[in-house]
């Protein structure tokens, strides 16, 4: 998928950016950064489909396209299940394979609040639930997520953080935004920062996103619970506890293993407490992913 050129204005008022040129390839997680005002979400609209750009083209989207808003409406009357029921047979889904995938979703993000109230009387964040739920009844081939971490509990982080690493392992294009250019619990390949990418009156168009790739390495903090089993593979020899941490572990993993570490964490019952940016390693840290596959540490 790729964004040429793309740039998005409302009527004749100032442009949100201009000439944004990403390329979004199979297997990627994207995180576009920014301050309130900065386009994050009109940026994902545009890629979702949603609304069209004022200059530049969008090409290569998938069919498949999975959108979870900053906003969820909430106001339905509706039930959880026959809200997510609906949106599946919208999909494309026969009623009871569109009710097999509600009923696994809820379930699988631990949804809380009964599946016959309203919607509209959910807390924040099985409302949340509900939102990716509908964006996951298809798997998307095109998984975008604004803000998607507000009002989760710790299971919806790391049902959420397993589900975008899944949706990447598969080959499917993850774009997501968050507030700030800080790591969140996913693993991201790039991130595109759009604060600086307004021009201001007057001046010519900002020529670019400025891109912030992912460093060659990368730091994950895992903290393992009674019923984790060991990791598999090279970090089968990871202790229980780290050095630093009173109940969390420290790895630093080649970036290329970062997304195969995430999902052997949370598929072993660890919570992904953090993705840090890369730095010098320091004494005592875990080197969970060293050339010559030893497992001890």
């Known amino acids: 998928m790729k964004l040429a050129s793309v ?21 990627q997680v994207i995180a576009i950064s920014g301050s309130n005002g900065s386009g994050k979400s009109t940026l994902l609209n545009l890629m979702a489909g949603l609304i069209r750009p004022t200059a530049g083209t969008i090409s290569g989207r998938p069919r498949h396209i999975g959108y979870v808003p900053e906003r969820f409406p909430g106001h339905q009357r509706m039930s959880a299940i026959a809200y997510l029921t609906h949106l599946g047979r919208i999909r494309g889904l026969s009623t009871s394979v569109a009710q097999r995938s509600t009923h696994a979703l809820l379930e699988r993000f631990s949804f809380s609040s009964g599946s016959d109230g309203s919607i509209r009387t959910l807390s924040k964040g099985n409302a949340q639930k509900v939102a990716l739920a509908q964006a996951l009844l298809v798997p998307p081939d095109l998984f975008i997520l604004d803000e998607p971490w507000t009002g989760l509990d710790e299971i919806g982080h790391d049902v959420l953080s397993r589900t975008i690493a899944e949706t990447a392992a598969r080959g499917g294009i993850v774009a997501l935004s968050r507030h700030l250019a800080v790591p969140g619990p996913a693993v991201e390949s790039a991130r595109y920062d759009l604060d600086g990418a307004t021009p201001a009156d007057g001046a010519p168009p ?38 630093n941490h009173s109940d969390t572990v420290d790895l630093t993993v080649a970036h290329h293993d970062c997304d195969r570490l995430l999902l052997a964490a949370l598929q072993s019952g660890w919570s992904v407490v953090a993705v840090l940016p890369d730095d010098p390693p320091t004494e005592g840290r875990t080197d969970g992913c060293n050339d010559g596959g030893d497992d001890s540490t």
């Open 206 to 243: 900002i020529a670019a996103v400025n891109l912030e790739t992912a460093a060659t390495t990368a730091k994950v903090v895992l903290r393992p619970h009674d019923h984790s089993r060991r990791l598999p593979g090279p970090w089968a020899g990871v202790a229980r506890t780290g050095p």
């Open 7 to 27: 740039g998005k204005r409302y009527g004749r008022g100032p442009w949100l950016f201009d000439r944004v040129t990403l390329d979004l390839e199979p297997g």
